[in-house]
């Protein structure tokens, strides 16, 4: 049982627009960066967004992170097919421990 | 061009202790300011933080595998080192190793490929 609640699964159409949300508390999200990975499958996971809504060089627009309070989400605009993938959420808990969301499967329909 | 690279046996029997090494090219793990770290994934699961080092031996461990878990790192080889005593099946995964982004907490900019490695009779 993952310490940040994702939705285990959602999915789009070509051209939308689709959030994931991160769920968390006062002892991670509340008080710590959120960081989003992106994984292929197959693949290791790619750093999508980190510090709640930054973006690594490389990483599209289409891509952007925001956080309020205790939760956290990760929207794709524009939705593509090649958007398909797991998603994850992570950050630190002030018990010293890294933690992850289970992870957001995205199907693109 | 940074690249880590995961090693070590890909079959580890039950009980036994788990031994990885990963490589680093490109940069060095002592002459810079990032922490290097371990993530697993097992299985068709999702992503579980192991822990971080520095290049002065600081640690932080994920606290429900601390009692098992030791990383160290060997600054003349420019390798860190992930070892788990006492394996139990559960700990079948993917093993990731990586540099940290920011701070020490799960935060990779750069992964290895991955290794995995089964724990079974």
């Known amino acids: 049982q993952s310490v940040l609640t994702q939705p285990p699964s959602t999915s789009g159409t070509p051209g939308q627009r689709v959030t994931i949300s991160c769920s968390g508390s006062?002892?991670?999200?509340?008080?710590?960066?959120v960081y989003w990975y992106q994984q292929l499958p197959g693949t290791a996971p790619k750093l999508l967004i980190y510090m709640n809504s930054q973006r690594p060089s490389g990483v599209p627009d289409r891509f952007s992170g925001s956080k309020s309070g205790t939760s956290a989400s990760l929207a794709i605009s524009g939705l593509r097919s090649e958007d398909e993938a797991d998603y994850y959420c992570?950050?630190?808990?002030?018990?010293?421990?890294?933690?992850f969301g289970g992870g957001t499967k995205l199907t693109v329909l | 061009q940074l690249r880590l690279q995961e090693s070590g046996p890909g079959l580890v029997k039950p009980s036994e202790t788990l031994s990885l090494t990963c490589t680093v090219s490109g940069d060095s793990v002592s002459f810079t300011n990032f922490y290097w770290g371990w993530i697993r994934q097992p299985p068709g699961k999702g992503l579980e933080w192991i822990g971080s080092?520095?290049?002065?031996?600081?640690?932080y461990y994920n606290l429900s595998l601390k009692s098992r878990v030791t990383i160290s790192v060997d600054t003349s080889r420019n390798q860190v080192s992930l070892k788990v005593n006492s394996v139990t099946a559960a700990d079948t995964a993917v093993y990731y190793c990586?540099?940290?982004?920011?701070?020490?907490?799960?935060?990779?900019?750069?992964w290895g490929q991955g290794a995995l490695v089964t724990v079974s009779s």
């Open positions: 990586g540099r940290i982004f920011s701070g020490w907490g799960p935060y990779f900019d750069y």
């Open positions: 080092i520095y290049y002065d031996g600081t640690t």
């Open positions: 006062s002892s991670n999200i509340g008080s710590n960066d």
């Open positions: 992570a950050g630190w808990d002030d018990s010293l421990s890294g933690v």
